[in-house]
């Protein structure tokens, strides 16, 4: 009888063990995720709408961000929460809740909405919508998608007021404000990746390389994937003074490729995006100049994201990563 009482206790330590630590993971993400989306809705801009992207009603994913400049609405969905991607996007805008495709018993016709797209298990996804709509106007957004988890594909909406059908079912409302849009502005600054404080990959000031330039950062060594952050400041490295406008990706893909893709917060947008990249550290000429960098994209009219893929690349990497932001990014 006390063996038997024994192995019971036996048993259930080991359950236990097993369980809690998936219990605090669960808690880390779940605060991990609430982070980034305070980060996001942080950093919108007075005219952006950043909304939860809710999977099986219930479980939070990631979020839906939407801004505009003068000539599209740009609707990110973006996905935050560990173990899951996008497999499809539905997007509809409208300008009223009618002009969605909707059954007569009013439940959405995703397969009806003016934007679609099958992905390959990604994180992020944008689509650009041309503005039709006067100065001022209000519309209405429905962003549904189709989400991958470990336990299988869920549907997905960007949270809000509920389709008056009897699926569970939502869109939310975005007010297209006045000339240059949700502070994507017409003017842009300078801003550079960073890899913070406490990370293995070294960030060094140009200041501190005896580089001519004001301020920026030479970025490696490093062989695996990484996110880092990208800053605009006014001058020097000084973070007091400067602007978390976003972050850029290095994906090793395979094949001795690379693909570097620069993503912007909603109410900062992408002007323009320069890329060096090497095997070795920067050594001349003794200022950093984008335009002698070998990667290039110009006017690029305001998208959150944009991506270089395929770079050619073999052993680690070093790495400069220039941008002009636009955004209400100006000190004073």
């Known amino acids: 009888m006390i063996r038997t009482i024994n192995l019971k206790w036996v048993f259930l330590t080991l359950i236990l063990v097993m369980v809690l630590p998936s219990c605090q993971k669960e808690e880390q993400n779940s605060s991990e995720l609430s982070t980034q989306q305070a980060q996001l809705k942080q950093s919108a801009g007075e005219c952006d709408v950043v909304t939860d992207l809710l999977a099986g009603q219930f479980t939070d994913v990631g979020a839906v961000s939407v801004t505009h400049d003068e000539m599209n609405i740009y609707v990110t969905y973006h996905i935050l929460e560990a173990g899951w991607c996008l497999s499809e996007t539905h997007m509809h805008v409208a300008p009223n809740l009618a002009g969605i495709p909707q059954t007569k018993s009013g439940n959405p016709k995703v397969g009806h909405f003016e934007y679609q797209m099958q992905h390959d298990c990604i994180t992020e996804y944008t689509y650009a919508v041309p503005i039709i709509w006067e100065e001022g106007a209000t519309v ?39 000339e240059g849009g949700g502070g994507l502005g017409s003017e842009s600054e300078v801003a550079y990746a960073y890899a913070p404080e406490g990370s293995q990959i070294a960030s060094q000031c140009f200041l501190t390389m005896n580089i001519a330039n004001e301020w920026g950062w030479h970025l490696g060594a490093f062989s695996e994937d990484y996110s880092f952050e990208l800053w605009a400041l006014p001058n020097t490295c000084d973070f007091t003074n400067g602007f978390h406008v976003g972050y850029v990706n290095v994906e090793f893909v395979g094949g001795n490729k690379v693909d570097v893709s620069y993503h912007t917060f909603p109410g900062y947008s992408l002007h323009e995006a320069h890329l060096w990249v090497s ?3 920067w050594v001349a000429p003794p200022m950093v100049n984008h335009e002698d960098f ?39």
């Not at 991958?148 to 007010?175: C, I, K, M, R, V």
């Not at 006017?299 to 050619?312: A, E, H, R």
Request: glycine share 14%.
């Open 140 to 178: 209405v957004i429905a962003a549904h998608a189709v989400v991958d988890g470990d336990f299988g594909e869920e549907t997905a909406w960007g949270d809000g007021a509920p389709f008056p059908g009897n699926q569970w079912a939502t869109y939310f409302s975005y007010h297209i404000c006045g």
């Open 279 to 281: 095997t070795e550290p």
């Open 294 to 332: 070998p990667y290039h994209a110009y006017d690029l009219g305001g998208v959150m994201v944009y991506s270089f893929k395929n770079i050619m690349h073999r052993g680690p990497m070093f790495m400069i990563a220039h941008a002009r932001v636009y955004g209400v990014i100006h000190v004073g």
